[in-house]
């Protein structure tokens, strides 16, 4: 069976399709940044070629510890790393895609199947996604295609449409603390922080468990939109500047950033509304107040439709500079009093 905390309708449509051996060729996993997909995926890629019958991922056999350990001969992930030193940067481009189609006609090395995991396949080049149709339209046999994006509108519809699609949802905050508590010694304060900081995207909140520099980056993120929202028009396009060109660099990074930015608004709103209790920035609360005071209700949704908005712009891969300089064109200013 697979393992994986949460996620269960998701966990169930695999088993039964591994159970009546009726997986499909490709799959295009969907959800947030460390939401679990590449677990999910890793699971999927032991299951296919477990040794242990009957129990598949077993997670202890010769084949189910070497995919773990990524030694495994027939279980490729090509994933983005600005910090590679081989391997895509900041896109995954044809190279790949060729690998794969050299590949596949083969048979298997050491397993039953080979599993290719494109892990940010949104960051496909176009040569990239155009070979990668003509695989999927003939799918290689002992060939599965796992591919990882943060949502369906991120990659091309030519290649969803050939892809089963399943998304994961993040984990109710409540169970994500439960988790911290009874797997990783977090104390109860601590973890009620982390889960709400980590949007149910357990991944997330386990590295911050056991790595602090990840909540001080996010915290080093915080204090700086809160500085934006009460900056003047060109402090907030210097600001836009630095994004585009962190966005050009690391994209998931700049888009984590754009989701702390949904998240900072949604607080503000929350406060707003008489809801100061569920705001997830607990320990900027008092900044969230001042801005709660300073802004309307109506600039607030305006505030985070033009977030998401961008979001969106960014996906479809618009100009990261333009998309991010009309967010703070329009976005309003803080009243004074
Ligand atoms: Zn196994």
């Known amino acids: ?105 083969l048979r298997p090395y050491e397993g039953r199947t080979r599993v290719f995991v494109f892990d940010g396949a949104d960051t496909m080049t176009n040569d990239a996604a155009n070979a990668l149709l003509k695989v999927l339209e003939e799918p290689p046999p002992d060939v599965r295609l796992l591919l990882l994006a943060p949502s369906q509108d991120s990659v091309l519809p030519t290649i969803t449409s050939r892809c089963q699609h399943v998304e994961l949802h993040p984990l109710p905050t409540i169970q994500v603390a439960q988790i911290l508590q009874a797997d990783h010694g977090m104390g109860a304060e601590q973890a009620d922080i982390v889960a709400r900081l980590s949007r149910g995207c357990l991944g997330w909140a386990i590295e911050a468990a056991h790595e602090p520099a990840l909540l001080a980056g996010v915290h080093q993120s915080l204090e700086r939109i809160a500085e934006v929202v009460e900056e003047g028009l060109e402090d907030r396009f210097g600001y836009s500047e630095q994004l585009a060109r962190r966005f050009q660099r690391d994209r998931a990074a700049a888009r984590e950033e754009l989701y702390l930015w949904l998240r900072w608004l949604r607080d503000v709103l929350l406060v707003q509304q008489g809801q100061s209790n569920s705001i997830v920035n607990v320990s900027w609360r008092d900044t969230i107040l001042r801005h709660a005071a300073a802004l309307t209700p109506a600039d607030t949704v305006r505030w985070l439709h033009l977030v998401t908005e961008s979001i969106e712009a960014l996906d479809r891969n618009a100009n990261p500079r333009l998309a991010l300089d009309v967010m703070m064109l329009e976005a309003p200013s803080l009243r004074t009093t």
Request: negative net charge.
């Open 1 to 105: 069976m697979l393992r994986l905390q949460g996620h269960d309708a998701a966990v169930q449509a695999f088993e039964a399709a591994l159970r009546c051996a009726r997986m499909h060729h490709a799959y295009l996993i969907t959800g947030p940044a460390h939401v679990g997909k590449l677990t999910l995926a890793m699971q999927i890629a032991q299951a296919v070629n477990c040794l242990t019958a009957g129990d598949e991922p077993c997670g202890t056999c010769e084949a189910c510890t070497r995919i773990a350990a990524g030694t495994h001969a027939d279980v490729r992930v090509i994933r983005v790393d600005p910090e590679a030193t081989e391997g895509p940067k900041t896109a995954i481009g044809i190279d790949a895609v060729r690998e794969l189609i050299a590949s596949a006609h």
